[in-house]
């Protein structure tokens, strides 16, 4: 049976990962600055995951949510006293368009509305919701188009503001946007936002699920603009692999039994995994490290004339190298085997495990430079050669 074909694949077949390195069948190591999409949070097979992980296996694997389950307990502690949330309530799913799908409906729940607001180059996932106000049209089938969702620009009070009013459920928007180019939201926007929702009577919806658990620097990013949304989604960092999601509701907001649901989500070794990404990111001061690095490394990446438009926060960062170096992605991939991801059309992504090391920072940056030398070297080659042909 063959595969149904949707991805647009690399061409690397990793088969083993330790720490911020990768190899492939051949045995060549690749340094990965891609973390799987923002996911690896603590770097890839860390011994204190995997024992955690292998204990909860030998344990219990799984129960449903008819049960009482300690580890949800203990993880929902944890994370509230992590993220300075200790006085919201979580709720557990699988992945970052779950997350996102059971905010929108609560927001819905909670306001007795429909419409939802959403920035353009959103993305918030491909379920039915979290589609809807993904700002994507190729990815929305006519079944997704049903819902009331208003797009604006972010950054844009102005059009924020003709596109409110009582009838708004919601406003979701990405603690920064990563899909979209790693476009970050300006703090004083962000405060805007929330104010004009408190007025309206509509849920703020934070999308941490890729900027979220560490990554800016802070445990989300937007708590840079010192706001406290009704809503706040995560997942990737949150399971190092590992799927899980949760949504972090405002204290006002009230439970009903039956209100939400899931038979995964929760499970314990889901927790495991959770619990031991929060131990280790606690231990090794992950998030201030996290902070440290970035700013290091946007100060060296700014330094380097052949990259436009840096820009992020903490170990997520985003640039484009200049029109003439628009291969450069794939460059280093090829001759330096170190991952990082993309954003249309040229974007390179730098999402790495947040313990990346400045030594292997450095590697990159030297790879960098080398790639660029070779690629401008390779196209005055090629205008030579064209310039003697013609
Ligand atoms: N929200 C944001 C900001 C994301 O970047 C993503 C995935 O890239 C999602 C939601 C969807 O998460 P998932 O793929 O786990 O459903």
């Not at 309206?200 to 560490?214: F, R, W």
């Amino acid at each position: 049976m063959p595969l149904f074909d949707v991805y647009q694949l690399l061409p690397v077949t990793p088969v083993r990962a330790e720490g911020r390195f990768i190899w492939d069948e051949q045995d060549n190591r690749y340094l990965d600055l891609y973390g799987g999409h923002a996911v690896i949070s603590i770097g890839h097979s860390h011994p204190h995951y995997i024992k955690r992980i292998e204990q909860q296996l030998r344990q219990i694997a799984f129960y449903s949510n008819s049960v009482v389950n300690p580890l949800q307990e203990e993880l929902a502690e944890k994370l509230g006293s992590i993220s300075g949330y200790a006085d919201y309530q979580l709720f557990l799913c699988n992945s970052g368009a779950e997350a996102n799908e059971n905010a929108l409906k609560l927001a819905s729940f909670v306001t007795g509305r429909k419409r939802v607001i959403a920035f353009r180059q959103s993305f918030h996932g491909r379920t039915s919701g979290a589609v809807a106000v993904t700002d994507n049209p190729a990815i929305q089938a006519p079944f997704n188009q049903q819902h009331d969702v208003s797009f604006v620009p972010l950054n844009d009070r102005e059009a924020l503001q003709q596109a409110m009013d009582q009838e708004v459920a919601a406003v979701i928007v990405e603690g920064i946007q990563g899909v979209g180019g790693i476009r970050l939201p300006d703090d004083g926007f962000l405060q805007h936002v929330a104010t004009i929702c408190e007025r309206y009577g509509a849920m703020l919806i934070l999308d941490e699920v890729q900027s979220g658990y560490g990554r800016t620097g802070r445990f989300f990013a937007h708590q840079y603009a010192g706001i406290r949304p009704h809503l706040i989604t995560m997942a990737k960092g949150m399971g190092n692999g590992f799927p899980i999601g949760g949504v972090l509701i405002h204290p006002d907001i009230q439970p009903r039994k039956g209100m939400l649901g899931t038979t995964f989500g929760g499970g314990y070794l889901a927790c495991a995994a959770a619990l031991a990404v929060l131990e280790i990111m606690e231990q090794e001061n992950l998030i201030g490290h996290a902070a440290q690095l970035g700013e290091w490394l946007m100060q060296q990446l700014s330094q380097i004339p052949e990259i436009e438009n840096l820009r992020g926060r903490g170990l997520m960062i985003g640039l484009d190298p200049k029109p003439d170096f628009a291969g450069l992605r794939k460059h280093l991939l090829q001759r330096h085997r170190i991952f990082t991801g993309e954003a249309k059309p040229h974007t390179i992504r730098l999402l790495p495990p947040l313990n990346l090391q400045q030594e292997e920072a450095e590697l990159f940056l030297q790879a960098l430079w080398q790639s660029l030398d070779e690629i401008r070297k390779e196209t005055s080659a090629v205008s030579f050669h064209e310039k003697q042909k013609s």
